[in-house]
């Protein structure tokens, strides 16, 4: 199911977008989470029998890469070539599995750039004016004067967004008729509440698009660091205007023997972002494809900040969590498992590495490891050659058990098409404790004296939850679910319109040939 190959394309399909990040520095924990989070929604939609399409990577222009580039001593091109590695391995060590990487000084992004700029201008919907106005790099964007902080101290008023200064432009330059899409834009917000996850972050948009829309400045004169204006090559296209059109150039947009995959993937059915940058999506972007006729995305997911001793983790503030790190000392699956599970995208959350182990060892290594090492032993010790058969019947606690997986499948299948992941894992979590209270309840190691028949029945019983309970775990930890499907003799290999939500629905008459298996995680010392 490659991305490209056109003659293979599955009934359904999902296309997920991760923001492309600047490369001004390396990759922080907060990119490692939208990245994850992508990544999570991408392998729960390959396994529910969709063709999915998975799409990251990096914003290599604008005055923000410039001055890094400037700060380290180097050329732009240099500096991003020398940076775009670390996204990369970050995200393979994360097992952040996305089909298509771009970088916008990729050559055919800059040319749908240009192709796409240069029907605006056609089209009339570009003009040309001069504009004075407070730039603010960190934000790569004009800030209007109700946004702006007098500080008497200081000559710049200050960004009332990020709190850096901002810089005085005047330039020449080519505008986007933003203004007059904002009638189309209110309609189509009211027509579509659920466009942004959570409902709550559309509010701010709509109020921000009734207080009026300026025209937007999309040409910049005074910086050299980016694709040159297809009408007028002394100026370079906005950083925003060129790193939007990644969504559709890195799928074949502006390619005339791409068109094909840009109709099949096109609009994207989730773009995930953190909430500064909801605006340029929800606005901008979405003014920009109605200016082109095209669809507009179905859903973006916006999410909170990461937070450290109450501050954003950012890069300027320099209080980042080197990634590289947490693989080291944890690897990739308890760190996915504590973003996605304990960092709601609904809020802002405290990253804490305490917080971390705690969850770890609580959830990871007692409820689920010790499911699996418990099951595998019992087995193996009580029916040697591993093989765990169907019973003739089910008796009524082992379908008691059957029915609290099927209802799991509903509500967590439900939370995750609603881009609640956080609250799909915790429902996951609670069947994983429903499991263990059944053990316990059960106590196999005692009925295996008496009943072998019951024994067979309970040990069948819960193959059958820990084979759900992988399936459903692939997308948040895919190493260790891969480790238990192993243990329990399965294989998990998703395909087109093989929607593995449903098998796990199927009648318990499944056969099973367990193996011994290694602790699947770590506990950690938390009074230490
Ligand atoms: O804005 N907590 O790139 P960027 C959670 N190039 N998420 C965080 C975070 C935190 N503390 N810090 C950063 C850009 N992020 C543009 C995007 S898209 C066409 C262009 C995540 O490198 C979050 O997703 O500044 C945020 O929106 C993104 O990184 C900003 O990345």
Redesign the pocket.
Same mark, same amino acid.
């Given at each position: 199911m490659g991305p490209s190959d056109s003659s293979h394309y599955c009934s359904k399909k999902f296309y997920i977008t991760?923001? $492309?990040?600047?490369v001004?520095a390396k990759p922080? $924990?907060?990119?490692l989470?939208?990245t994850v989070l992508a990544d999570v929604g991408a392998r729960w939609n390959k396994l529910r029998g969709a063709q999915t399409l998975f799409l990251t990577g990096l914003?290599e222009h604008?005055q923000k890469v410039a001055d890094a580039a400037t700060k380290a001593g180097r050329l732009p091109k240099e500096h991003v070539d020398a940076l775009a590695p670390e996204f990369t391995k970050v995200w393979q060590e994360f097992d952040c599995a996305y089909d298509t990487f771009i970088r916008t000084t990729d050559d055919y992004h800059v040319k749908a750039v240009q192709t796409w700029l240069q029907q605006l201008v056609d089209r009339g919907d570009v003009y040309k004016s001069s504009y004075v106005g407070w730039y603010c790099v960190g934000e790569?964007a004009f800030i209007t004067e109700k946004d702006l902080i007098i500080d008497p101290n200081k000559k710049e008023p200050i960004c009332a967004f990020c709190g850096r200064q901002t810089r005085k432009l005047e330039e020449e330059g080519y505008f986007f008729r933003l203004s007059a899409y904002q009638d189309r834009l209110l309609e189509f917000y009211k027509t579509h509440d659920d466009f942004i996850v959570p409902k709550e972050r559309l509010k701010e948009v709509v109020s921000f698009v009734e207080s009026g829309l300026r025209d937007l400045s999309i040409s910049r004169s005074t910086l050299s660091w980016g694709i040159p204006f297809p009408t007028d090559t002394k100026h370079v296209t906005y +950083?925003?205007a060129d790193? #939007?059109l990644?969504?559709i150039s890195a799928i074949g947009y502006g390619d005339s023997a791409r068109e094909k995959e840009f109709a099949y993937y096109w609009p994207a059915d989730v773009q +995930?972002?953190?909430?500064? %940058?909801v605006r340029?999506?929800a606005v901008y972007?979405l003014a920009f494809l109605m200016a082109s006729d095209f669809a507009l995305p179905k859903q973006l997911m916006v999410?909170?900040? #990461?937070?450290l001793g109450g501050e954003? %983790?950012?890069?300027s503030l320099g209080n980042v969590i080197d990634p590289t790190d947490l693989y080291a000392q944890y690897g990739s699956d308890v760190v996915r498992y504590y973003l996605v599970r304990y960092?709601a995208i609904t809020q802002?959350s405290p990253f804490s590495i305490e917080d971390m182990e705690n969850r770890a060892t609580t959830d990871l290594a007692n409820d689920l490891g010790n499911l699996v090492s418990r099951l595998s032993a019992l087995v193996l010790k009580y029916i040697p050659d591993g093989v765990v058969q169907t019973p003739q019947a089910f008796e009524e606690s082992e379908l008691a058990l059957q029915k609290e997986c099927h209802d799991m499948l509903s509500e967590a299948s439900a939370l995750m098409d609603e881009l609640y992941y956080a609250r799909a894992y915790a429902r996951i979590w609670k069947f994983v404790q429903q499991v263990n209270s059944y053990i316990h309840a059960q106590q196999p190691w005692k009925i295996v004296k008496t009943d072998m028949v019951k024994f067979s029945q309970i040990m069948s019983a819960l193959v059958h939850a820990l084979h759900t309970i992988a399936i459903v775990c692939e997308p948040i930890i895919p190493q260790s679910s891969a480790h238990i499907l192993a243990t329990i003799g399965k294989e998990y290999a998703p395909a087109c319109n093989k929607d593995y939500i449903t098998i796990c629905r199927e009648p318990w008459n499944d056969t099973f040939v367990v193996r011994a298996c290694e602790p699947l995680f770590k506990k950690y010392d938390i009074q230490k």
């Open positions: 991760t923001p $492309i990040y600047y001004n922080h $924990i907060g990119s989470y939208s914003d604008g790569e +950083v925003w790193a #939007l990644n969504y +995930v972002m953190g909430k500064d %940058i340029f999506h972007w999410h909170g900040w #990461l937070t954003k %983790i950012s890069k960092m802002d």
